[in-house]
T-cell receptor, first 110, second 113 residues
Framework: RKEVEQDPGPFNVPEGATVAFNCTYSNSASQSFFWYRQDCRKEPKLLMS???SGNEDGRFTAQLNRASQYISLLIRDSKLSDSATYLC???????????FGTGTKLQVIP | DAGVTQSPTHLIKTRGQQVTLRCSPI?????VSWYQQVLGQGPQFIFQ???????GRGNFPDRFSARQFPNYSSELNVNALLLGDSALYLC????????????FGQGTRLTVV
């Protein structure tokens, strides 16, 4: 089993739709969780950290379920500019290695 | 303020050669991490350095090495290049470790022929 697993997609959704991505992780000692966004042939950029209580940033909502070991990202009212690959990132404590998922590709269509 | 800068942006090397990639973190950031991203995959963690010491290492062979300098810039060295080393090499800078927000450079695209 991979340490961090994501559905690679692609997810093709119309503008204005709501879309959700899940990410599962295998290391129960994982402590920090993030969603990054990566545009084609560009570097990843931090979208949001994921907190135990869940957190929201505008149209984006992130949730963490430690019992089931997954995190989710919900995007509401999708925009064309949301088209990108969304990377789930998990870190164990201290200076332990950071593990990226393979990414989920989102394509928002007019 | 300048972001994370990496050099060179593109590089072509021959199998068996050695390569050095460079990264300058954001001013004030003391941690630099290196990642390898193969097309269609997520970035794979190679090294993390904080305050000039190696703090974390991923599952990469000893052909990969790195160091961090007093000004917090960093170099990634890869010896005895293989075709499979062809990838985008990303450097990430953060105040401390990855528990804090990390910023990526644009990457160095290495092609081994």
């Amino acid at each position: 089993r991979k340490e961090v697993e994501q559905d690679p997609g692609p997810f093709n959704v119309p503008e204005g739709a709501t879309v959700a991505f899940n990410c599962t992780y295998s290391n129960s000692a994982s402590q920090s969780f993030f969603w990054y966004r990566q545009d084609c042939r560009k570097e990843p950029k931090l979208l949001m950290s994921v907190y135990s209580s869940g957190n929201e940033d505008g149209r984006f909502t992130a949730q963490l379920n430690r019992a089931s070991q997954y995190i989710s990202l919900l995007i509401r009212d999708s925009k064309l500019s949301d088209s990108a690959t969304y990377l789930c990132v998990v870190r164990a404590g201290g200076y332990q290695k950071v593990t990226f998922g393979t990414g989920t590709k989102l394509q928002v269509i007019p | 303020d300048a972001g994370v800068t990496q050099s060179p942006t593109h590089l072509i090397k021959t199998r068996g050669q050695q390569v050095t990639l460079r990264c300058s973190p954001i001013s004030g950031h003391k941690s630099v991490s290196w990642y390898q991203q193969v097309l269609g995959q997520g970035p794979q963690f190679i090294f993390q350095y904080y305050e000039k010491e190696e703090r974390g290492r991923g599952n990469f062979p000893d052909r990969f090495s790195a160091r961090q300098f007093p000004n917090y810039s960093s170099e990634l060295n890869v010896n005895a290049l293989l075709l499979g080393d062809s990838a985008l090499y990303l450097c990430a800078s953060s105040l401390q470790g990855m528990g804090t927000e990390a910023f990526f450079g644009q990457g160095t695209r290495l092609t081994v022929v």
